[in-house]
């Protein structure tokens, strides 16, 4: 069987992923198409041995391509997306364009695989903190229903773009060499600081970031029920994002049994040692697929012992992101 | 009236701290000493006009003494505090030593003043992050009891002391030159990352400095049923702790109430510019007493009006610290 496969914004930190992943999970392509804005076009991407092209993104791009892999922001997607489809392709889109919309499935593979089959010609690639909350918790949540999660994130720049990274590492050099420290796109400076999420924030005082955390878990675990209240901040880390989970269940669970459903969780690694202070950190959580979870523990803020705590680490650019449209793009062909 | 007062831990962050919030708030000393360990003994500091010598602290340091603050760890706490006591001196005690023991007021003026009359020589200056919750949480406790409250936290490193902060800057320095990047106490690369609270986990799961949160809370608030559940991680900020707050009423509130009730609390900024999304932030929070409080919002995830969620940074160093014995040691005066 040919698969041809188009990666649209080829050059962002999510398509260079892509590639990575492509690559790495050894995913058997007939051709591949590397698209790009104008402003890129003509570059030479060196992969697996071939030097490819970067073309001009346009309407006629996606002829003979079966499997178009999208991260170049909303408004690309909206605008590509359905031309894509018109033209054949599968499109698996990582920007927040079609999420919600009914008929397109929202999919974390070790979720709701089950979705895939029913698109239209378009799958939704959920957003990264809730793919990285979301890996751990269906397992516990399909054992022990969930009826309530509340989370506070912890998240890295990267997860802004390319110019995320740039501005975090030249700050750290501006304040390192006793320069003026320079914001450039974050609104607020990211070394030696924190601030709340970089995304507008809407009439019920939850950012944008925060929303798409209650609203596509919800759709994900096919749970309109589920209450989840996000609370997102962003962090001077490079990549991966951590999360701070408070779990209510509808039945007491212990940490026992929540180690023992996440040992043989896909896409989880329990890193958990007490004795040691080792937990979840975003550098150990770079560049690899699995989730890290830690610090599970009772929560004792319930007597009921329907509460568990715990504290998560993910590379919001690979499983919150490539991989996890990867893992798509897999189960496609 | 001739108030004589001593600093015990003169040149730790916070000992240092002590020097310039008794400057600033002009606290009316007849006499002060500063003491520390023999290695800093001799050591000149200049304050307020004059020069004063580091005096090594033995038994015999509390002569005269009124007032003693103490900040140089738990065991010369546990070591000297009775030793001043008995000398005459009313010990304010920054570390943990005894502030769960009964008979010790555990103080936050806007909390609980009444509680200061009630010593027997000692009062212990609560945990850092404890008191920055404290502060906003508890004028809404007042209006509508709060049954439980969920915190995750983003604390700095001078929360560990001066080589907390020694260390975040060396490793950003490394990290800037391209030098590899050094762990000397942290138990983990702090710049580029962020790690679990360094404090001896416990039993439960939570850590020290959680445990702390939760037991210190119910002592101040006087209410041994307040449910707490803490998640403490330690982030790449030099000063001032920022801590995301779910709050468990008793009763539905609003967002309105809680803003109206935050502006007229003492020791409380609000800053919750939803439009240009500004919000708390450690840059801001640092030098100033405050508690800056925003992302007040109804909590979603409750369909009964009985949660808020809010964003709070302050100065763990001063609030958290200093400032926070200083004004306990005004009301003794």
Redesign the interface.
Known sequence: MSVNVAVVGVTGVVGQEFLTVLAERKFGFTGLKLLASSRSAGKKIDFMGETYTVEELTKDSFKGIDIALFSAGGAISKEFGPIAVKAGAVVVDNSSAFRMKDGVPLVVPEVNPGEIKKHNGLIANPNCSTIIMNVPVWPLYKVNRIK???V?T?QAVSGAGAWGLWE?DEQ??A???GRPIVKNKF???I??????H?S??SE????EEENKM?WETRKIFGDPKI???A?C?R????RAH?E?I?LEFERPIS?AEVREILRSAPGVTIVDD??????P???EASNQDNVLV??????????DGR?I?M?VSGDQVRKGAATNAVQIAERLV
Chains 1, 2 share one sequence.
Do not use: C, W
Request: proline residues 5%.
């Open positions: 309530r999660i509340i506070s912890y975090l750290i050099k304040y390192a060499e609104p607020h400076q070394v030696n600081n924190l601030f709340s970089n507008k924030v019920n005082g939850y950012n209650v209450m989840v209240t609370t901040v962090v001077a880390v490079p951590s701070s408070n940490v007490r004795e040691k202070n080792h937990f950190m975003p550098l830690g610090r599970i523990r009772q929560d004792m803020s319930r007597e509460g705590e504290f």
